[in-house]
T-cell receptor, first 115, second 110 residues
Framework: DGGITQSPKYLFRKEGQNVTLSCEQN?????MYWYRQDPGQGLRLIYY???????QKGDIAEGYSVSREKKESFPLTVTSAQKNPTAFYLC??????????????FGQGTRLTVV | GQNIDQPTEMTATEGAIVQINCTYQ??????LFWYQQHAGEAPTFLSY????GLEEKGRFSSFLSRSKGYSYLLLKELQMKDSASYLCAAISGGYQKVTFGTGTKLQVIP
């Protein structure tokens, strides 16, 4: 079955450590996105990639980094520079550049907690 | 700038009808969509409105007024499983910019 997979579902990190969140899709989608969700706030865009080997900063990119070496993979690294990393992280993909709402898929999310 | 407003929480009774409102202010507006999200899970697509008017899909309907910057999601014959957050989002700038609202947490009670 085609879909988008995030792993792990729960992740704990010690303060000062970098951590990488995985996002893999087998939908052959060109575009992939990373969002952060906090209580009382809407989804906020961290980074997006419209094509392999290219990515752009979103609204809250500071303290995060990404790579897009393969079409199916868009890992997100939360660095120690991110001051408030505890949040629910959602990855999404869309068939073509631009967020096609009717055809976009979200992963199940990763809940990151800094301890 | 981009701004979307929707109520934080709502409560409704099983079997009833509930309307969740959303107002938006965006430049280069292209369309508005609604997602349902159960706690700790992925958002799932409900509807997408581009033109003014009402789109009906089973128990769920969505309305858009572009001139008023207003949308609503109507849920009929509420079921307990409809308890979830409902996210309103506007897409603009040639489909490159998506702005999400904070979500409305709906609680359905017996």
């Amino acid at each position: 079955d085609g879909g988008i997979t995030q792993s792990p579902k729960y992740l704990f990190r010690k303060e000062g450590q970098n951590v990488t969140l995985s996002c893999e899709q087998n939908l052959n989608h060109d575009a992939m996105y990373w969002y952060r969700q906090d209580p009382g706030q809407g989804l906020r865009l961290i980074y997006y990639s419209q094509i392999v080997n290219d990515f752009q900063k979103g609204d809250i990119a500071e303290g995060y980094s990404v790579s897009r070496e393969k079409k199916e993979s868009f890992p997100l690294t939360v660095t120690s520079a991110q001051k408030n990393p505890t949040a629910f992280y959602l990855c999404a993909s869309s068939p073509s550049p631009g967020f096609a709402a009717t055809e976009a898929f979200f992963g199940q999310g990763t809940r990151l907690t800094v301890v | 700038g981009q701004n979307i407003d929707q109520p934080t929480e709502m409560t409704a009774t099983e079997g009833a009808i509930v309307q969740i409102n959303c107002t938006y202010q965006t430049s280069g507006f292209n369309g508005l969509f609604w997602y349902q999200q159960h706690a700790g899970e992925a958002p799932t697509f409900l509807s997408y409105n581009v033109l003014d008017g009402l789109e009906e899909k089973g128990r769920f309907s969505s309305f858009l007024s572009r001139s008023k910057g207003y949308s609503y999601l109507l849920l009929k014959e509420l079921q307990m499983k409809d308890s979830a957050s409902y996210l309103c989002a506007a897409i603009s700038g040639g489909y490159q910019k998506v702005t999400f609202g904070t979500g409305t947490k709906l609680q359905v009670i017996p």
